[in-house]
Protein backbone atom coordinates (compact mmCIF):
# COMPACT_ATOMS: atom_id res chain seq x y z
CA UNK A 1 0.00 0.00 0.00
CA UNK A 2 2.83 2.33 1.00
CA UNK A 3 4.59 1.42 -2.04
CA UNK A 4 1.70 1.52 -3.99
CA UNK A 5 0.67 4.90 -2.42
CA UNK A 6 4.41 5.79 -3.31
CA UNK A 7 3.78 5.03 -6.91
CA UNK A 8 0.70 6.56 -7.31
CA UNK A 9 2.70 10.14 -5.70
CA UNK A 10 5.16 9.32 -7.83
CA UNK A 11 2.80 9.67 -10.80
CA UNK A 12 0.90 12.51 -9.62
CA UNK A 13 3.80 14.59 -9.35
CA UNK A 14 3.96 17.04 -11.92
CA UNK A 15 5.76 15.97 -14.55
CA UNK A 16 6.25 19.56 -16.06
CA UNK A 17 9.31 20.77 -14.27
CA UNK A 18 11.14 17.36 -14.38
CA UNK A 19 10.23 17.10 -18.44
CA UNK A 20 10.69 21.08 -18.97
CA UNK A 21 14.29 21.36 -17.43
CA UNK A 22 15.34 17.86 -18.82
CA UNK A 23 14.15 19.32 -22.69
CA UNK A 24 15.36 22.92 -22.14
CA UNK A 25 18.80 21.31 -21.47
CA UNK A 26 18.96 19.00 -24.19
CA UNK A 27 17.17 21.79 -26.59
CA UNK A 28 20.47 23.87 -25.12
CA UNK A 29 22.67 21.17 -25.59
CA UNK A 30 21.73 20.93 -29.58
CA UNK A 31 21.74 24.39 -30.55
CA UNK A 32 24.71 25.98 -28.65
CA UNK A 33 26.81 24.68 -31.51
CA UNK A 34 24.85 26.61 -33.79
CA UNK A 35 25.32 30.38 -32.78
CA UNK A 36 28.89 29.44 -32.35
CA UNK A 37 29.04 28.78 -35.77
CA UNK A 38 27.11 31.64 -36.97
CA UNK A 39 29.31 33.92 -34.29
CA UNK A 40 32.69 32.42 -35.92
CA UNK A 41 31.19 33.12 -39.68
CA UNK A 42 30.15 36.38 -38.49
CA UNK A 43 33.75 37.04 -37.21
CA UNK A 44 35.33 35.76 -40.38
CA UNK A 45 33.01 38.12 -42.41
CA UNK A 46 34.21 41.25 -40.18
CA UNK A 47 38.20 40.32 -40.95
CA UNK A 48 38.07 39.99 -44.55
CA UNK A 49 35.60 43.05 -44.62
CA UNK A 50 37.95 44.83 -42.77
CA UNK A 51 41.33 43.41 -44.58
CA UNK A 52 38.92 44.37 -47.73
CA UNK A 53 38.22 48.39 -46.13
CA UNK A 54 42.08 48.50 -45.14
CA UNK A 55 43.69 47.67 -48.40
CA UNK A 56 40.82 50.20 -50.55
CA UNK A 57 41.63 53.03 -47.93
CA UNK A 58 45.49 52.15 -48.04
CA UNK A 59 45.10 52.35 -51.54
CA UNK A 60 43.37 55.22 -51.62
CA UNK A 61 45.42 57.14 -49.08
CA UNK A 62 48.64 56.01 -50.19
CA UNK A 63 50.81 59.00 -51.47
CA UNK A 64 51.88 58.59 -55.39
CA UNK A 65 54.89 58.74 -56.32
CA UNK A 66 56.56 60.11 -59.36
CA UNK A 67 57.27 56.84 -60.69
CA UNK A 68 53.17 56.08 -59.94
CA UNK A 69 51.44 55.55 -62.81
CA UNK A 70 47.67 56.37 -63.00
CA UNK A 71 47.29 52.74 -64.56
CA UNK A 72 49.10 51.00 -61.54
CA UNK A 73 46.60 53.12 -59.41
CA UNK A 74 44.03 52.39 -61.51
CA UNK A 75 45.03 48.78 -61.37
CA UNK A 76 45.45 48.96 -57.21
CA UNK A 77 41.68 49.93 -56.78
CA UNK A 78 39.59 48.37 -59.60
CA UNK A 79 39.75 45.33 -60.95
CA UNK A 80 41.92 44.69 -63.18
CA UNK A 81 39.00 42.74 -65.59
CA UNK A 82 37.73 46.62 -66.04
CA UNK A 83 41.55 47.71 -66.88
CA UNK A 84 42.00 47.93 -70.43
CA UNK A 85 45.40 49.08 -70.31
CA UNK A 86 48.39 46.23 -69.29
CA UNK A 87 51.20 48.47 -69.77
CA UNK A 88 52.52 52.09 -71.32
CA UNK A 89 54.72 52.07 -73.76
CA UNK A 90 55.30 55.34 -74.53
CA UNK A 91 54.64 57.60 -77.70
CA UNK A 92 51.09 56.40 -78.15
CA UNK A 93 51.44 52.63 -77.60
CA UNK A 94 49.82 50.46 -75.05
CA UNK A 95 49.51 46.57 -74.04
CA UNK A 96 46.24 45.73 -74.00
CA UNK A 97 44.48 43.53 -71.05
CA UNK A 98 42.64 40.83 -73.42
CA UNK A 99 41.62 37.28 -72.76
CA UNK A 100 44.19 34.26 -72.99
CA UNK A 101 41.47 32.57 -75.57
CA UNK A 102 42.42 35.85 -78.08
CA UNK A 103 45.92 35.33 -77.54
CA UNK A 104 45.71 31.85 -78.86
CA UNK A 105 43.06 32.57 -81.24
CA UNK A 106 45.06 35.53 -83.28
CA UNK A 107 47.95 32.87 -83.89
CA UNK A 108 45.11 30.81 -86.15
CA UNK A 109 44.05 33.82 -87.85
CA UNK A 110 47.12 33.54 -90.43
CA UNK A 111 46.39 30.71 -93.09
CA UNK A 112 48.33 31.57 -96.17
CA UNK A 113 50.48 34.51 -97.55
CA UNK A 114 46.99 35.97 -98.63
CA UNK A 115 45.94 36.73 -95.32
CA UNK A 116 49.33 38.27 -94.01
CA UNK A 117 49.00 40.76 -97.17
CA UNK A 118 45.33 41.60 -96.12
CA UNK A 119 46.85 42.39 -92.15
CA UNK A 120 49.97 44.75 -93.14
CA UNK A 121 47.43 46.50 -95.55
CA UNK A 122 45.12 46.63 -92.50
CA UNK A 123 47.62 47.96 -90.63
CA UNK A 124 48.97 50.84 -92.62
CA UNK A 125 45.65 51.85 -93.13
CA UNK A 126 44.64 52.16 -89.10
CA UNK A 127 48.52 54.35 -88.95
CA UNK A 128 46.59 56.60 -91.49
CA UNK A 129 48.62 55.89 -94.49
CA UNK A 130 47.29 57.73 -97.97
CA UNK A 131 50.17 55.55 -99.98
CA UNK A 132 51.25 52.03 -99.58
CA UNK A 133 53.52 50.66 -101.89
CA UNK A 134 53.80 46.62 -101.76
CA UNK A 135 57.31 45.05 -103.42
CA UNK A 136 56.37 41.71 -103.78
CA UNK A 137 59.28 39.02 -104.91
CA UNK A 138 59.64 35.42 -104.64
CA UNK A 139 63.00 33.27 -104.80
CA UNK A 140 62.49 29.54 -104.55
CA UNK A 141 60.17 28.60 -101.62
CA UNK A 142 60.81 32.12 -100.46
CA UNK A 143 58.10 35.14 -100.89
CA UNK A 144 59.92 38.53 -99.76
CA UNK A 145 57.08 41.58 -99.67
CA UNK A 146 57.89 45.34 -98.40
CA UNK A 147 55.64 47.64 -97.28
CA UNK A 148 56.59 50.83 -97.32
CA UNK A 149 54.10 53.82 -96.21
CA UNK A 150 53.67 57.11 -95.52
CA UNK A 151 51.61 56.49 -91.99
CA UNK A 152 52.52 57.49 -88.34
CA UNK A 153 55.35 55.71 -88.06
CA UNK A 154 56.96 53.65 -85.27
CA UNK A 155 60.06 55.02 -82.82
CA UNK A 156 63.24 53.26 -83.00
CA UNK A 157 63.06 51.70 -79.70
CA UNK A 158 59.58 49.81 -80.64
CA UNK A 159 60.24 48.13 -83.96
CA UNK A 160 60.59 44.91 -81.75
CA UNK A 161 57.64 45.81 -79.39
CA UNK A 162 55.64 46.30 -81.87
CA UNK A 163 55.49 42.31 -82.91
CA UNK A 164 54.26 41.70 -79.21
CA UNK A 165 51.03 40.58 -78.47
CA UNK A 166 48.35 42.97 -77.43
CA UNK A 167 50.94 45.83 -78.73
CA UNK A 168 48.87 48.63 -80.28
CA UNK A 169 48.32 52.60 -80.92
CA UNK A 170 44.25 52.16 -81.00
CA UNK A 171 43.14 52.16 -77.38
CA UNK A 172 39.66 53.27 -78.49
CA UNK A 173 39.21 52.89 -82.09
CA UNK A 174 39.39 49.13 -82.81
CA UNK A 175 37.88 48.60 -86.32
CA UNK A 176 35.43 45.95 -87.84
CA UNK A 177 35.49 45.68 -92.01
CA UNK A 178 35.06 43.04 -94.25
CA UNK A 179 38.15 41.02 -92.81
CA UNK A 180 36.82 41.06 -89.60
CA UNK A 181 37.72 42.94 -86.10
CA UNK A 182 40.99 44.88 -86.67
CA UNK A 183 43.03 46.99 -83.56
CA UNK A 184 43.89 43.78 -80.65
CA UNK A 185 46.80 44.37 -81.03
CA UNK A 186 47.43 41.10 -82.52
CA UNK A 187 47.92 41.47 -86.25
CA UNK A 188 51.81 41.59 -86.17
CA UNK A 189 52.16 39.52 -83.40
CA UNK A 190 50.13 36.53 -85.75
CA UNK A 191 52.27 37.51 -88.91
CA UNK A 192 55.40 37.11 -86.60
CA UNK A 193 54.33 34.48 -85.57
CA UNK A 194 53.32 32.40 -88.80
CA UNK A 195 56.41 33.81 -91.57
CA UNK A 196 60.03 32.77 -91.83
CA UNK A 197 60.67 36.72 -90.73
CA UNK A 198 58.92 39.92 -89.92
CA UNK A 199 60.76 43.06 -88.68
CA UNK A 200 60.67 47.08 -89.50
CA UNK A 201 63.31 47.85 -91.57
CA UNK A 202 63.44 51.44 -91.52
CA UNK A 203 60.55 54.20 -89.24
CA UNK A 204 60.11 56.78 -86.85
CA UNK A 205 57.51 59.15 -85.10
CA UNK A 206 55.41 60.67 -88.43
CA UNK A 207 57.68 59.16 -90.88
CA UNK A 208 56.24 56.51 -92.03
CA UNK A 209 57.47 52.89 -91.92
CA UNK A 210 59.18 49.94 -94.09
CA UNK A 211 58.52 46.66 -92.72
CA UNK A 212 59.60 43.49 -94.36
CA UNK A 213 57.79 40.21 -94.20
CA UNK A 214 59.76 36.75 -95.30
CA UNK A 215 57.38 33.47 -95.47
CA UNK A 216 58.24 30.21 -96.54
CA UNK A 217 55.77 28.99 -98.58
CA UNK A 218 56.47 25.33 -97.81
CA UNK A 219 55.07 25.99 -94.28
CA UNK A 220 52.62 28.80 -94.82
CA UNK A 221 51.08 28.36 -97.81
CA UNK A 222 49.72 30.18 -100.90
CA UNK A 223 47.36 30.18 -103.92
CA UNK A 224 49.24 28.69 -106.84
CA UNK A 225 48.50 31.49 -109.22
CA UNK A 226 50.19 34.52 -107.88
CA UNK A 227 50.68 36.55 -111.69
CA UNK A 228 46.97 36.85 -112.87
CA UNK A 229 45.28 40.29 -112.09
CA UNK A 230 41.16 39.72 -111.24
CA UNK A 231 38.54 41.34 -113.47
CA UNK A 232 36.37 44.11 -112.23
CA UNK A 233 33.35 45.52 -113.13
CA UNK A 234 30.29 47.37 -112.42
CA UNK A 235 27.30 45.53 -110.11
CA UNK A 236 23.78 47.32 -111.02
CA UNK A 237 24.00 49.50 -108.26
CA UNK A 238 26.96 50.70 -109.79
CA UNK A 239 29.72 49.79 -107.43
CA UNK A 240 32.88 48.14 -108.65
CA UNK A 241 33.41 44.67 -107.76
CA UNK A 242 36.23 42.10 -107.81
CA UNK A 243 35.17 39.59 -110.45
CA UNK A 244 36.64 36.62 -111.77
CA UNK A 245 40.44 35.89 -110.74
CA UNK A 246 42.10 33.37 -108.22
CA UNK A 247 41.92 34.92 -104.63
CA UNK A 248 45.61 35.59 -104.89
CA UNK A 249 47.99 38.19 -103.46
CA UNK A 250 47.09 40.69 -106.44
CA UNK A 251 43.20 40.12 -106.14
CA UNK A 252 43.34 40.86 -101.87
CA UNK A 253 45.40 44.44 -102.80
CA UNK A 254 42.65 45.02 -105.94
CA UNK A 255 40.01 44.14 -102.97
CA UNK A 256 41.46 46.79 -100.47
CA UNK A 257 42.09 49.17 -103.16
CA UNK A 258 38.57 49.17 -103.71
CA UNK A 259 37.18 48.95 -100.31
CA UNK A 260 39.28 51.86 -99.27
CA UNK A 261 39.71 54.32 -102.43
CA UNK A 262 41.02 57.20 -100.74
CA UNK A 263 44.43 54.97 -99.82
CA UNK A 264 46.92 54.82 -102.95
CA UNK A 265 48.16 51.19 -103.36
CA UNK A 266 51.19 50.19 -105.53
CA UNK A 267 52.15 46.76 -106.25
CA UNK A 268 54.85 45.77 -108.09
CA UNK A 269 58.48 44.30 -108.54
CA UNK A 270 61.22 45.84 -105.77
CA UNK A 271 62.74 47.48 -108.90
CA UNK A 272 59.90 49.11 -109.85
CA UNK A 273 58.80 50.28 -105.99
CA UNK A 274 62.45 51.88 -106.01
CA UNK A 275 61.91 53.89 -109.35
CA UNK A 276 57.91 54.81 -107.75
CA UNK A 277 59.13 56.25 -105.00
CA UNK A 278 62.21 58.12 -106.45
CA UNK A 279 59.80 59.23 -108.89
CA UNK A 280 56.95 60.66 -106.72
CA UNK A 281 59.03 62.38 -104.06
CA UNK A 282 61.40 64.06 -106.78
CA UNK A 283 57.78 65.16 -108.16
CA UNK A 284 56.82 66.41 -104.71
CA UNK A 285 59.74 67.67 -102.88
CA UNK A 286 61.87 70.77 -103.65
CA UNK A 287 65.17 70.54 -105.90
CA UNK A 288 66.98 72.57 -103.25
CA UNK A 289 66.01 70.49 -100.46
CA UNK A 290 66.64 67.73 -102.05
CA UNK A 291 70.39 68.79 -103.41
CA UNK A 292 71.30 69.80 -99.96
CA UNK A 293 70.05 66.86 -97.91
CA UNK A 294 73.00 65.39 -96.16
CA UNK A 295 71.36 63.08 -94.23
CA UNK A 296 68.36 61.03 -95.57
CA UNK A 297 67.07 59.72 -92.69
CA UNK A 298 65.50 63.05 -91.83
CA UNK A 299 63.02 62.67 -94.61
CA UNK A 300 60.16 60.26 -94.66
CA UNK A 301 60.72 56.75 -95.28
CA UNK A 302 59.06 56.91 -98.79
CA UNK A 303 61.33 59.53 -100.00
CA UNK A 304 64.87 58.73 -99.15
CA UNK A 305 65.50 57.10 -102.50
CA UNK A 306 64.68 60.52 -104.16
CA UNK A 307 67.86 62.09 -102.58
CA UNK A 308 70.81 59.80 -104.01
CA UNK A 309 73.38 61.16 -106.30
CA UNK A 310 74.88 58.21 -107.84
CA UNK A 311 73.58 54.49 -107.80
CA UNK A 312 75.67 52.92 -104.96
CA UNK A 313 73.77 55.37 -102.57
CA UNK A 314 70.65 54.14 -104.07
CA UNK A 315 71.48 50.67 -103.48
CA UNK A 316 72.27 51.57 -99.71
CA UNK A 317 69.15 53.21 -99.18
CA UNK A 318 66.93 50.75 -101.20
CA UNK A 319 68.32 47.98 -99.22
CA UNK A 320 67.68 50.25 -95.61
CA UNK A 321 63.66 50.22 -96.63
CA UNK A 322 64.47 46.32 -97.58
CA UNK A 323 64.15 46.09 -101.16
CA UNK A 324 66.85 44.35 -102.70
CA UNK A 325 67.90 46.36 -106.25
CA UNK A 326 71.21 45.95 -108.54
CA UNK A 327 73.80 49.16 -109.04
CA UNK A 328 72.49 48.04 -112.86
CA UNK A 329 69.05 48.66 -111.65
CA UNK A 330 69.89 51.32 -109.46
CA UNK A 331 71.62 53.27 -112.35
CA UNK A 332 68.51 52.33 -114.79
CA UNK A 333 66.29 53.99 -112.05
CA UNK A 334 68.78 57.28 -111.64
CA UNK A 335 68.70 57.71 -115.57
CA UNK A 336 64.47 56.94 -115.31
CA UNK A 337 64.53 54.20 -117.60
CA UNK A 338 63.12 51.99 -115.18
CA UNK A 339 59.73 51.32 -115.01
CA UNK A 340 56.88 53.22 -112.38
CA UNK A 341 53.68 52.23 -111.27
CA UNK A 342 50.32 53.32 -111.43
CA UNK A 343 48.00 53.57 -108.40
CA UNK A 344 45.77 49.72 -108.61
CA UNK A 345 43.21 51.81 -108.94
CA UNK A 346 44.03 53.03 -112.27
CA UNK A 347 45.55 49.69 -113.78
CA UNK A 348 41.79 47.46 -112.87
CA UNK A 349 39.74 50.56 -113.30
CA UNK A 350 37.98 50.89 -117.10
CA UNK A 351 39.11 54.29 -118.13
CA UNK A 352 36.69 57.14 -117.59
CA UNK A 353 34.85 58.02 -121.10
CA UNK A 354 34.62 61.97 -121.39
CA UNK A 355 31.06 63.79 -120.67
CA UNK A 356 29.15 64.04 -123.67
CA UNK A 357 26.71 67.25 -123.49
CA UNK A 358 24.85 65.40 -126.19
CA UNK A 359 21.43 63.73 -125.87
CA UNK A 360 21.84 60.00 -124.55
CA UNK A 361 22.02 57.50 -127.48
CA UNK A 362 19.28 54.73 -126.23
CA UNK A 363 20.87 52.39 -128.64
CA UNK A 364 24.02 52.13 -127.75
CA UNK A 365 24.87 48.60 -126.00
CA UNK A 366 25.70 48.90 -122.51
CA UNK A 367 26.27 45.32 -121.96
CA UNK A 368 29.16 44.64 -119.98
CA UNK A 369 32.28 41.90 -121.20
CA UNK A 370 32.91 38.84 -118.88
CA UNK A 371 35.61 36.48 -120.15
CA UNK A 372 36.47 32.88 -118.26
CA UNK A 373 39.24 32.19 -117.15
CA UNK A 374 40.25 28.95 -118.90
CA UNK A 375 39.82 31.50 -121.93
CA UNK A 376 42.09 34.01 -119.89
CA UNK A 377 44.41 31.32 -119.44
CA UNK A 378 44.53 30.10 -123.33
CA UNK A 379 44.63 33.92 -124.22
CA UNK A 380 47.57 34.44 -122.30
CA UNK A 381 49.49 31.18 -123.63
CA UNK A 382 48.69 32.35 -126.80
CA UNK A 383 50.38 35.93 -125.93
CA UNK A 384 53.20 34.59 -124.36
CA UNK A 385 53.66 32.32 -127.46
CA UNK A 386 53.64 35.51 -130.00
CA UNK A 387 55.94 37.81 -127.73
CA UNK A 388 58.54 34.59 -128.31
CA UNK A 389 59.44 36.34 -131.78
CA UNK A 390 59.69 39.75 -130.51
CA UNK A 391 61.92 38.14 -127.68
CA UNK A 392 64.47 36.54 -130.04
CA UNK A 393 64.72 39.41 -132.45
CA UNK A 394 65.09 42.44 -129.87
CA UNK A 395 67.07 40.14 -126.89
CA UNK A 396 64.41 40.46 -123.80
CA UNK A 397 62.27 37.79 -122.31
CA UNK A 398 58.99 38.30 -120.75
CA UNK A 399 58.83 39.03 -116.89
CA UNK A 400 56.17 36.55 -115.30
CA UNK A 401 52.91 36.35 -117.50
CA UNK A 402 51.21 39.15 -119.37
CA UNK A 403 48.83 40.80 -117.72
CA UNK A 404 45.25 40.88 -119.15
CA UNK A 405 42.67 43.44 -117.92
CA UNK A 406 39.45 43.33 -119.30
CA UNK A 407 36.86 46.41 -119.54
CA UNK A 408 33.51 46.75 -120.29
CA UNK A 409 34.77 47.50 -123.95
CA UNK A 410 38.35 47.12 -124.38
CA UNK A 411 41.06 44.16 -123.14
CA UNK A 412 43.93 45.89 -122.07
CA UNK A 413 47.70 43.69 -122.51
CA UNK A 414 50.64 44.32 -120.49
CA UNK A 415 53.96 42.53 -120.94
CA UNK A 416 56.62 43.11 -118.67
CA UNK A 417 60.19 42.56 -119.79
CA UNK A 418 63.50 42.13 -119.03
CA UNK A 419 66.53 43.76 -121.30
CA UNK A 420 69.73 40.57 -121.80
CA UNK A 421 72.62 41.75 -120.43
Known amino acids: MGAALSCRGALRRPPARVCTGQRLSAAHSRLCGVPQVLRDFK ?14 FCARLAPMTDNDSLLRFVSSVANDAHVKVEETLGDGFVRLNISEAERRQAKHDIRGVEDVVVELLRNS ?21 TFVDDGVGVPA ?8 PRVTSKLETMVTDKWGVHGRGMALFSVRSNVAEARVAASDAHKGMALVVVSDTTTLPERADQSTWPTVSAGEDGRVVV ?19 EVEVFLGSPTEIVSTLSSLARAELDSARLLFCDDPERLAVWQRPAVCADAADLVAIAESLGLAISERTAHRVLAAEAPTLEP ?3 VVMPAAEPADERRPDIYRDRRGLRVHHSDLDAFRRSLEDAFDVLGERYYVHLKGEPRVTVGRDTITVRFDVEKED
Not at 243 to 261: M, S
Open 43 to 56: VAARQAKGRAVGRR
Open 157 to 164: HLHDRIFE
Open 125 to 145: RDAHARRIFIANAREGDLRTM
Open 344 to 346: VLS
Open 243 to 261: GTGPHNVVRKVVEFALEHP
